[in-house]
């Protein structure tokens, strides 16, 4: 194999972004050689708008078994994910889902082990691993310099959205058609990225509310606190209801603190562990000297053409993933976890019970009212 | 009166700084007659280092009725706050306490009833209302331009303590003693600054750690969640555990956000209400236009001596306080309620059982060790 041949399943608004990345020539070691969509104005708008050179399936399963490709991108509503992903792994296809790797974990977990038995690659979209800042901050927490975990502090709440947005898609904002709200659908990254740098954590309480910013049925605001295995505690909070909103991270460390903003690392340095300080130190009020210093990182930041690059590299044996698409259960635990504290107005011990979970959404899956289609595809370039 | 003949009962840290800032003159309409303290040492130590001309007494009641002193400051451990008060009040004395107004609220009304019932000024030391930038931020938010209140989110890490801090009192970080850790003691100014900028909350969630980072009896470490009538939520992270922590204070209103940071108010200004905007705007992505602005203050900043300087204009009939004494029992509200939300391990509706928290406090009184008492008596200038 020279290129990989790959497909898309699902064409709506991520599906075109990463049709038009490929067809571009962005990513030099693949080529797009088919698409699939349940909707035919979708195949019919693939077709005139993006090459006539494809082939058309009405289903991915198909699309998958056609020949036509080597691997698949699986960019459809969250809840076939790990369909697809199945079938492709274990028809000798392999597979990149686009995040949320499912809706609930016990899912999820069904799709690893598809992968476990596959020798396909299986990968996920978690596009924001590429992001230099993440990437830097990942390799200074690996290195150890930092010592332990203290605090976390994320406010992720620049992901606005209009009533307009959840009033295009019929299945978007509802339960039974796309299982939750922001978390499911804003969040993997963060989520994703919260665990990649601090680890899971060991108890979560969350807040969501339902509807609290625009009419839908699922959540649009939501505060989680958490519990760390050593004993770390911290803060989540995002929304879809606010503007201009933040994006700020406070890592806090035995040696200093790291505050992550508008796409720079300002690191406060001590020049000694808080806890020796704490200990020796005769002064009642007196800190550790403190250091800051803005981190240098390399600077790139490729995204989804990264990922997708990657994923090339690995199927071709020239490289390694950006996120090995088994890793993607770990932020879906983390929603399904803050779902659960919510639903049940507990605080959640992690692992937990994922039957229970399963039950739960299904009850809100049951009372949950498609909307009509406005079968609106919005450009979705530069926002995620 | 042309001026105000003062008695401060407690010469300890903070009793010491007030006694210098009324003897170098900073308070013009206020003269240091008497101080009282039980530590005989203390006594001498007013005598030497202070003043010749100070009527020294071991007793506060004593000193109140002694006829040298027209106003009191308590500056006593917290516990006995408000039995100085009621007593200087009810004698026709009148009184400022340190904050906290007291240990638990029960406590706290009967010292608020005899204000009721006195004609003499009762004020509280809440300093940082005098800080020009909650000056300005409140004034904003009372003029109504910010509209409602969406979104608390206070980071205040920046209270660090050595073990040595804790190690120097008996009293301190007892529940015996104190009646709690960083929310009682450190915390007061800013649980106040909350709930005069953003209201009480109706519902408060709290994760109190006890011991977390030092060898004491009390709470080094809380998360709060909070809920307000309007269905604003909030977050307050506070500790006495990292270095160089965050001060850093985040309010999102519906015309736009406003973080308190390093003395400065940066205003992310929308040019209409986000609630509008979401329900006319037809993209789904596009945020209402915004501005950033810094907003300037007059730049004043009294701090303590701001406050006895209107408490004398208060009782010479010049001017107005800076915080009435009944108005300390909001801030001790909140950290009762969070005290009790971790203690029972659940969510606390406003306004909760005070017998239930005092019974609970008890209990940890109960089984509480006061230290060995070092005698130290740190300079706590610059440090609150």
Known sequence: MEKVRLGIIGIGGMGTNHARSILEGKVPDMVLTAVSDTRPERLSFAEKE?????ALYSDGKELIDSGDVDAVLVATPHYMHPDYVIYALSHGVHAITEKPAGVYTRQVKEMNEAAGKSDKVFAIMLNQRTNCVYRKLHEMIESGELGALKRMNWIITDWYRTQSYYDAAGWKATWAGEGGGVLINQCPHQLDLLQWLCGMPVKV????HNAKWHDIEVEDDVTAYMEFENGATGVFVTTTGDAPGTNRLE??????????EDDKLIFDKLSESVFEHCKHEKEGFKKPDCTRVEIETDGLNEQHVGVLKAFADKILGKGELVAEGVEGINGLTLSNAMYLSSWLDETIELPFDEDLFFRELDKRIATSKLK?????????????
Chains 1, 2 share one sequence.
């Open 205 to 208: 309480r969350a807040f969501c």
């Open 251 to 260: 890592l806090t460390f035995e040696m200093g603190k790291i505050v992550c």
């Open 50 to 54: 993006l090459s006539k050179d494809l």
């Open 372 to 384: 009509e289609d406005k079968g609106i595809v919005f450009d979705t370039t530069g926002t995620y």
